[in-house]
């Protein structure tokens, strides 16, 4: 039974992954790289300087 019920879970696995094109599990080692590599901080601190313009102009 418990082996049918993962074979089931990873059939659904394969077939979201399938549909949607990514894994969430592929999805969080990419957010693993992109930490790491420190890109999120330079994307952070350039959508603060945007949005600090933006209020300026306002």
Do not use: H
Not at 16 to 42: M, N
């Amino acid at each position: 039974m418990a082996e049918r019920n993962a074979q089931q879970t990873q059939a659904a696995r394969d077939e979201l992954r399938r549909v949607v094109g990514f894994s969430v599990a592929d999805e969080i080692g990419k957010l693993d790289q992109l930490k790491s590599a420190g890109s999120l901080v330079r994307l952070r601190r350039r959508v603060r300087d945007v949005q600090a313009q933006r209020s300026e102009q306002e």
